[in-house]
């Protein structure tokens, strides 16, 4: 297996990643969960309810998607699709040319088709070697935003 020698070889790989999105992705909006905003319980380590929820943003970040295939669960109001598990790929150079150098963390919320998530899990993805130390895409997953009016926190 043969591993990357030049800083050309990131560069190429990056701009493949970019450009699948740009091609095939569409346009999310963004908002980045400003630290230091929310307070913490001494006793229990939970957020309580005084925290006050700030987001930057809307950034708009180029990306790519999959909604894992679910079946519609019976209820009381009929058939309900679960709407979480949603995956988005965003190209590394996308993120660092509209968030600098801030990476992606649980909790930041996400508008797509019409509709707010949840960043529940942070992974890197689109690794080059084996040593998994050169990677061109994060990994989002994302669960549907439903316990908040999220408008209160963010300005549109």
């Known amino acids: 297996m043969g591993r990357l020698i030049h800083d050309i070889d990131r560069d190429f790989f990056n701009s493949v990643a970019q450009e699948v999105n740009e091609l095939a992705g569409i346009v999310i909006e963004y908002w980045k969960l400003e630290k230091g905003q929310i307070t913490y319980d001494s006793l229990y380590g939970e957020v309580t309810s005084q925290s006050s929820w700030k987001f930057d943003g809307p950034h708009y970040i180029n990306a790519s998607f999959e909604h894992p295939e679910k079946s519609p ?9 679960d ?3 949603f995956m988005v790929w965003i190209a590394r ?4 040319n509209e968030m600098g150098i801030d990476i992606p963390v649980i909790g930041d919320i996400i508008k797509l088709r019409e509709k707010y998530y949840d960043v529940t899990q942070v992974s890197r993805d689109g690794w080059l070697n084996s040593s998994h130390t050169e990677y061109t895409m994060w990994k989002l997953t994302l669960g549907r935003v439903s316990k908040i009016d999220i408008s209160k926190h963010i300005s549109c």
């Open 93 to 96: 150079i996308d993120w660092e």
């Open 83 to 85: 709407e979480s598990g």
């Open 73 to 81: 669960s019976p209820e009381e109001k009929g058939l309900v699709t």
